[in-house]
């Protein structure tokens, strides 16, 4: 089975999927997609994605490419369900999908290249302002997860006890995003100690930005 991952090196979405993947001991060939250079709207990409974000995936034998990250992560836990990345009983899979959704549904959204290329291009805002509104809603997220974390005796050396579970990629994704974005991450510490404990994971730490194969070159 051949799987064809479009992505791109700084999307917090594609890192998602990245370390499905790689959990799931699926091999997979990344073509990566410039969103700097608006390869996104290129017909040949839209044909594959109608929505022109990444990440893609397009794997041999399915009828259509899937898109959207956390449905591919639903597609990949049905599809290949060992490790299994979800808890079995509803009340536990209910609270990690919360959990995963504070991340990718509520932070990742206001802050993907088409809102910064919007608060830039249309509404004009200054530099300082785009990356106030980067920082702002990046950490809220984080600092709602933080709260779960802290009121929810659940949790445990990850976000639901000691198994990795989707919460874990959406927040991986979200932590690596602050840091891109310069937040102030000394006040989440419960989050951060997850987040040290995914980075020994070498699913995770493969798959964070500077080590892909399109990242720009260190000096």
Known sequence: MSIKFYGFWR??????VRVSLKLKGLAYEEIPVNLLAGEQHDSA??????????????????SKPLFQSL???????Y???IPSLMPSLPAD??????????????GHPLVVPRVRNYLQNTLKLEETARNQWLQHWTFEALNAYERVL??????????????VSVADLCLASQVVGA???????????RVMDIFKELMTLPAFSASMPKRQSDAPQQN
């Open 71 to 77: 449905a591919i992560l639903d597609y990949l836990e």
């Open 179 to 189: 840091e891109l974005f310069g937040c102030e991450l000394v006040r989440i510490p």
């Open 45 to 62: 990409y839209l044909a594959i994605n109608p929505q022109g974000a990444v990440p893609a995936l397009v794997i041999e034998g399915l």
């Open 150 to 163: 802290t009121q929810d005796p659940r949790g445990g050396r990850f976000s639901h006890g000691d198994q």
């Open 11 to 16: 999307s917090l979405a594609a890192y998602r």
């Open 79 to 81: 599809a290949h369900p």
């Open 93 to 106: 899979r209910a609270r990690v999908l919360a959990l995963a959704h504070l991340c990718a549904s509520d």
